[in-house]
């Protein structure tokens, strides 16, 4: 990991992935979050945490749940419906987000109907 990139960005495309996929689901398709989504979140703690040790001030972070579609080669047809699986995993990144101590006061709400 590099903290002097990390600090420096202010976008991040988190897209859940492992070691051997690109894209792994959030969910197992009933709704439960996926084994592969709990190993992966680690990461994107460790990402936040670095980037609020940085100076910060004045600065703000934009955070994209990125989930590709089965059309992409992203997404296998027999996994969760990426959007579905894109609105869970903004609503997971949040909520760490907010654990770490991160400021929303300037963050817009999730939209849905935006697919």
């Known amino acids: ?45 460790k990402c936040l945490q670095v980037w609020l ?21 992203y997404n296998l047809h027999q996994l969760p419906d990426s959007w579905s699986d894109a609105v869970k995993l903004r609503g997971i990144l949040d909520k760490l987000w907010k654990s770490l101590g991160g400021s929303n006061e300037n963050s817009a709400p999730a939209k849905d109907a935006h697919r």
Request: charged share 20%; hydrophobic share 35%; with cysteine.
């Open 53 to 73: 040790q940085g100076n910060q001030a004045g600065r703000e972070i934009y955070v994209v749940p990125e989930m590709g579609p089965a059309s992409s080669g």
């Open 1 to 45: 990991m590099r903290p002097d990139l990390i600090q420096l960005a202010n976008q991040f495309h988190f897209r859940p992935f492992n070691g051997q996929h690109c894209q792994v689901p959030v969910t197992d398709g009933r709704g439960r979050v996926s084994p592969e989504l709990e190993d992966w979140l680690p990461f994107a703690k």
